[in-house]
């Protein structure tokens, strides 16, 4: 079976007496080292979408089988577990913790892993030079600037060694060079062997993945493989 | 999760905000620094009442008229109690009644001024006999000498004056043989004791003392004893006293019953319990309105803790998303309220001890020199340990919004 399975997927957000349906019925695979771009316009329900996968937030109908089981089947500390280990998260707006070093808040998953705190140090280095970084290890985030910012939150996701790479919408808040820099990172982790899942609306970051699924009012508007996904210049990143 | 990580999580927390954060254990400080203050000064006070009723030796022993004070009722016949009279202090005086006693002296307050060449001063007026305050205080006039035995059978008008009623009454000049007016009669000075400060529960500079004859018949008009004290031969000997004093009254009144009594008797380890008590409940007294202060001090704690956690909803909703269970986003916060009132805690401590050390200087001044400076060491274990409690208590309800938080809200929080 597939890492991520989905089954005619629902979400209604229900505000008190109006309904909102973000889902209504989305169903796909996704197989284990696959790069998905999920595009669609705001209010199509794609970050909806990334929160049911990412763990974060529930359906309200159809199925989600994350590693051959549903969320219902996983009690709240496993699913803390999964979050930690087997999910890595990077988000438009960078979310690191102010008036605190790149090295810290590239730690911050460890200290709620199982892993010794002896190995946290090395563990947390290599993600950062993985990410280009290490010259700035010991800035505090607010001394980065944007695109460098959400280079520490890739390091952050990828620091556990995580099966699944959740972006969502990763290049929103950069300009377009800083923009590029992210996206080479992310397709080197592909590379590398991580699922990427990616939230854009920007057709040309989406072609950097090799399958594009288009939501529209909160349906599958189109489920394709990229023939042509462009490489981002590796250049960019020094 | 690792403990160190979990401090350093909510130290985090706090360094964010630091002069909120001092701001915030204000109240926790003024409440643990009140109450080590409120138990350092109960304890010196206690220690200080306590020595004094101490230097008049264990061996002291105190008869009063009417019954053992059991309620209000009592209270007010005792005010009217004249069950002791001469006739009974004849009967003690009897060393085949109670063979253990060394002195014994009626005690009689007058109340009122005394006025010397128009000027009038108020001391306190007591009615003893002739040396009881050497024998007591081991204190001996400076100037003249003691009445006599002689002075108390005839109700001689003599009196001996403390050193501040000299002062304030005699400027200078000769004081021995001056006559002093107490209530419209006069008295002759035959002795001035020295400077001595408070002793006992008494201040001996302040006090004229005439014999206790004379103050009983000529100025009260009265034939019953306030007071009889008396001294055991020595400590050990004082329960067979006190036994040998009830069977001689009892038997003196024809008393079968001991609930009859018309008498009571105190001994100085009754006074030192009665004031241990009186203190202790003084002490808990005030304690308990300074812990009010503690409590408002946690609703403050609880307050800024909520604005905490709301400020914060993406931290939470991200550490939730990198794996902290709901477990640990509520330990973090709890953890960070307990920093907050325990630090408030050890800083109230300091606080209060530097306040009893200042305290302990004015009221040496003001007592004298007896007063001692006393750490509680209970207190000062018992702050720490209210302070952390009212850290969990009201650090609980806001580490259980913030734990509750849906990572998903959390994260689109603007």
């Known amino acids: 079976m597939s890492l991520i399975r989905v089954e005619n997927l629902e979400k209604i957000y229900n505000d008190g007496e109006t309904k909102t349906p973000a889902l209504c019925g989305v169903s796909f695979d996704i197989e284990s080292g696959e790069f998905v771009a999920i595009m669609g316009p705001s209010g199509s329900g794609k970050s909806t979408l990334l929160h049911i996968l990412g763990f974060l937030d529930e359906s309200t109908g159809g199925n989600y089988f994350f590693d051959n089981k549903t969320i219902k089947e996983y009690s709240l500390t496993e699913i803390a577990g999964i979050r930690n280990k087997k999910m890595g998260f990077v988000f438009q707006s960078f979310n690191l913790l102010p008036r605190t070093t790149v090295l810290e808040n590239v730690k911050l998953p460890l200290i709620y892993s199982e892993i010794k705190e002896s190995l946290w140090e090395e563990m947390a280095l290599k993600a950062i030079e993985q990410v280009g970084l290490l010259s700035r290890k010991d800035y505090e985030t607010s001394q980065l600037s944007g695109g460098e910012k959400q280079r520490v939150a890739i390091a952050r996701a990828l620091v556990n060694d995580p099966q699944v790479i959740f972006a969502d919408e990763p290049t929103g808040n950069l300009d377009s060079k800083s923009g590029q820099v992210v996206m080479s990172l992310i397709q080197k982790l592909n590379n590398q062997g991580h699922t990427i899942i990616l939230i854009t609306h920007e057709t040309y970051t989406a072609e950097s993945a090799k399958r594009i699924i288009k939501l529209k009012d909160g349906k599958i508007e189109s489920d394709k493989l990229v023939l042509n996904s462009h490489f981002v210049d590796e250049e960019f990143i020094k | ?414």
């Open chain 2, 1 to 414: 999760m690792n403990v160190k990580y979990i401090f350093k999580a909510a130290l985090f927390g706090l360094k964010i905000n630091k002069s909120r954060s001092f701001l915030t254990i204000l109240g926790i400080v003024i409440g643990i620094s009140s109450i080590i203050l409120i138990m350092s000064i109960g304890q010196s006070g206690e220690s200080l009442i306590l020595s004094q009723v101490e230097t008049m030796g264990s061996n002291f022993v105190q008869v009063n008229p009417g019954k053992q004070i059991k309620g209000p009722q009592d209270m007010i016949d005792t005010l009217f109690a004249d069950s002791i009279k001469d006739r009974e202090l004849k009967a003690l005086q009897n060393k085949n009644n109670v063979p253990d006693l060394m002195d014994i002296t009626p005690s009689l307050i007058v109340p009122g001024n005394i006025s010397y060449q128009g000027d009038t001063y108020k001391p306190t007026i007591i009615g003893w006999t002739a040396d009881w305050v050497g024998k007591l205080f081991d204190v001996y006039p400076e100037e003249g000498e003691f009445f006599t035995d002689d002075d108390i059978k005839s109700l001689s008008s003599v009196a001996i004056i403390g050193s501040e009623v000299k002062d304030e009454m005699f400027a200078s000049g000769r004081v021995i043989g001056e006559k002093i007016k107490i209530k419209d009669k006069l008295f002759k000075i035959i002795g001035v004791l020295p400077p001595s400060g408070q002793i006992s529960m008494f201040s001996l500079d302040k006090m004229v003392i005439i014999p206790y004859t004379t103050a009983q018949k000529y100025l009260l008009g009265i034939d019953y004893y306030q007071e009889l004290h008396l001294r055991a031969k020595d400590e050990e000997a004082v329960p067979k006293m006190i036994e040998d004093i009830k069977i001689t009254l009892r038997d003196l009144h024809g008393i079968d019953s001991p609930e009859d009594d018309d008498f009571s008797i105190t001994a100085q380890s009754d006074m030192i319990d009665r004031i241990k008590l009186i203190t202790n409940v003084l002490t808990i007294l005030l304690t308990s309105v300074a812990a009010i202060s503690l409590v408002v001090g946690g609703v403050g704690i609880m307050n800024i803790m909520l604005v905490s956690v709301t400020e914060r909803t993406r931290e939470i909703g991200l550490r939730k998303a990198i794996g902290a269970t709901s477990k640990n986003i509520l330990v973090q916060f709890l953890i960070e309220s307990i920093i907050l009132t325990v630090l408030g805690g050890a800083v109230g401590i300091v606080l209060g001890i530097s306040f009893s050390y200042l305290a302990s200087l004015v009221l040496v001044r003001i007592v004298g020199a007896s007063w001692d400076f006393i750490i509680s060491l209970p207190a000062i274990f018992l702050g720490l340990g209210v302070a952390g409690f009212v850290g969990l208590i009201f650090g609980l309800y806001p580490a259980k919004q913030a734990a509750q938080k849906s990572p998903m809200e959390a994260l689109r929080y603007e």
